[in-house]
């Protein structure tokens, strides 16, 4: 089964609540993502593995993406 069956991909949103309707924006931002959620799935196999609790590890990537900061601000008025 495709993991996009059980997990689609997000419609990506403007900081005004409209969609991102650039093609190759939303075809970049789809990219990361499924970048993004193999290598979280590659990395929470490796903890069970090892031995970890998944319930606790599921919890330490959520505080880990809370806990990312970045210099670049929302601009509503983009293209």
């Not at 499924?34 to 069970?48: G, K, N, Q, S, V």
């Not at 606790?56 to 806990?67: E, G, K, M, N, P």
Request: with cysteine; aromatic share 4%.
């Amino acid at each position: 089964m495709d993991s996009n069956d059980k997990n689609p991909l997000p419609r990506w949103l403007k900081p005004d609540g409209s969609p991102v309707s650039c093609t190759e924006k939303v075809m970049v931002l789809n990219e990361n993502y499924e970048e993004l959620r193999a290598m979280i799935r590659d990395a929470l196999e490796d903890a069970l593995v090892l031995g970890c609790s998944e319930k606790q590890v599921r919890a330490a990537f959520h505080t880990l993406i809370d806990s990312i900061e970045t210099d670049i601000k929302e601009n509503q008025h983009l293209p």
